[in-house]
């Protein structure tokens, strides 16, 4: 199973990105997805997650009303729309797509078995 994350890049405050991620089998529409985050000097974070069905979704604190999560099965592909972007969102992003099938949203980093490479998201004031 691979997984491709792509659409980090630079942004001024208050702009938008969208993240792709695509997996390459997998079993991809019987998993949870879930996007985590790592800034420098600080430890990984869930942002956001989503159930195997799309059902259940899950956001950070500190994202939610301005990112979204969503699930292409058609596509085998997850998305994370992040608008009103601030600074402290800058970070590494990594998606990752979980071990077991059928499963509500998940948040422990343990819970994913394969990952992506991250795509760097900075946001400057």
């Known amino acids: 199973v691979q997984l491709q994350a792509c659409g980090g890049g630079l942004v001024q405050a208050g702009g938008s990105l969208r993240l792709s991620c695509a997996a390459s089998g997998g079993m991809f529409s019987t998993k949870a997805v879930g996007w985590f985050r790592q800034a420098p000097g600080k430890v990984r974070e869930v942002v956001a997650a989503i159930g195997w069905s799309s059902r259940t979704k899950y956001y950070a604190e500190s994202v939610k009303g301005r990112f979204t999560i969503s699930k292409d099965n058609a596509k085998n592909t997850v998305y994370l729309q992040m608008n009103s972007l601030k600074p402290d969102d800058t970070a590494i992003y990594y998606c990752?797509?979980?071990?077991?099938?059928?499963?509500?949203?998940?948040?422990?980093?343990?819970?994913?078995?394969?990952w992506g490479q991250g795509t760097h998201v900075t946001v400057s004031s």
């Open positions: 990752a797509l979980a071990q077991k099938s059928y499963s509500p949203y998940l948040l422990s980093g343990n819970d994913y078995g394969y």
